[in-house]
């Protein structure tokens, strides 16, 4: 089983910065086949980025992801108000499929 | 617009079922893959089960393997987990979700969530 260690548990900026937010895998991930979610409280989790860069439909260019292998991130530049959640990453390369325990993006 | 609706959540006591479902609408429901997750504080997000468009292949996490049922009803565009021997390990939130497509085992669009409250 491939376990995905985020980092930060918690992250806390202010509107208008940049974060990265970072997603390591105990082995390499299968042809990139990671993907970010969002979260807000009381909500489903929202597709975000998958296969580690592609931006899902109507997610703004703000949001950029990267990486290969082991190591994987989500940059937000600029953050706006509605982007402060839990940011979750998934990969589905490798049988049974696992999530990352999540970074908490808080407004500073 | 893709949507999912879940329903069948609740308390339940040790030892008991449950039946959760999901209905789904704006998209060729039997074309894609369906898939349950679920959620708890503690252990976070975890893939339970996942099925086929056909319904045809049927996959379970090892720690459901021989409770849980997978089923779908391609005529109704409803997916089904039917969950047996409920242990409190098994409350959560619980989360159908539409696959991206047959092969990719990512998850574009999800329901609301369906709480699980394994308790007596």
């Known amino acids: 089983e491939i376990v995905l260690t985020q980092s930060p548990g918690t992250l806390s900026l202010s509107p208008g910065e940049r974060a990265t937010l970072s997603c390591r895998a105990s082995?390499?991930?299968?042809?990139?086949?990671l993907t970010w979610y969002q979260q807000k409280p009381g909500q489903a989790p929202r597709f975000f980025i998958y296969g580690a860069s592609t931006r899902a439909t109507g997610i703004p260019d703000r949001f950029s992801g990267s990486g290969s292998g082991t190591d994987f991130t989500l940059t937000i530049t600029r953050l706006e108000p509605e982007d402060f959640a839990v940011y979750y990453c998934q990969q589905y390369g490798s049988s049974p499929i696992t999530f990352g325990q999540g970074t908490r993006l808080d407004i500073k | 617009e893709v949507q999912l609706l879940q329903s069948g959540g609740g308390l339940v006591q040790p030892g008991g079922s449950l039946r959760l479902s999901c209905a789904a609408s704006?998209?060729?429901?039997?074309?894609?893959?369906m898939t349950w997750v679920r959620q708890t504080p503690g252990k976070g997000l975890e893939w339970v089960s996942a099925?086929?468009?056909?319904?045809?292949?049927?996959y379970y996490a090892d720690s459901v393997k021989g409770r849980f049922t997978t089923s779908r009803d391609n005529s109704k565009n409803m997916v089904y987990l039917q969950m047996y021997s409920l242990t409190a390990e098994d409350s959560a939130v619980y989360y159908c979700?539409?696959?991206?497509?047959?092969?990719?085992?990512?998850?574009?669009?999800w329901g609301q969530g369906a709480l699980v409250t394994v308790s007596s």
């Open positions: 099925i086929s468009g056909s319904g045809g292949n049927i």
């Open positions: 979700a539409k696959n991206r497509h047959e092969g990719a085992a990512t998850y574009d669009s």
């Open positions: 704006g998209f060729t429901f039997s074309s894609y893959a």
């Open positions: 082995q390499s991930v299968s042809n990139s086949q």
